[in-house]
């Protein structure tokens, strides 16, 4: 099993930008493909981005292309989401997730991921 605990939420204002991290604890990081989600008030959990074991292969959604970055440190056993020029489709709250084995083709589905964080809240302003 292994633990999330994201953080670097916060409140900023359109254009900024936040570098949201998720802390894992338990056996084998290296051993999952992680990814991060987020979900607006009254919406459904959305997928943002994905990435495998190695940080060698990465998803993401299309409207945040090219604005965010995912990466990992299996190091320190923590996964980051760098996001910048930040709108206020952006708010939501951001989940961190987990799932052992490699990252899979259209790994973009709520169900795909066996472990969840907590959340924290990204609130941008216009």
């Known amino acids: 099993q292994v633990q999330l605990v994201e953080s670097g939420g916060g409140l900023v204002q359109a254009g900024d930008s936040l570098r949201l991290s998720c802390a894992a604890s338990?056996?084998?990081?290296?051993?999952?493909?992680m990814a991060w989600f987020r979900q607006a008030p009254g919406k459904e959990r959305e997928f943002v981005a994905a990435i495998g074991r190695s940080g060698g292969s990465t998803l993401y959604e299309d409207s945040v292309k090219g604005r965010f970055t995912i990466s990992r440190d299996n190091t320190k056993n923590t996964v980051y989401l760098q996001m910048n020029s930040l709108t206020p489709d952006d708010t939501a709250v951001y989940y961190c997730?987990?799932?052992?084995?490699?990252?899979?083709?259209?790994?973009?589905?709520?169900?795909?991921?066996?472990?969840w964080g907590q959340g924290t809240q990204v609130t941008v302003s216009s």
């Open positions: 997730a987990a799932d052992p084995g490699p990252l899979r083709v259209r790994m973009v589905r709520v169900y795909d991921y066996d472990y």
């Open positions: 338990g056996r084998a990081f290296s051993s999952y493909a």
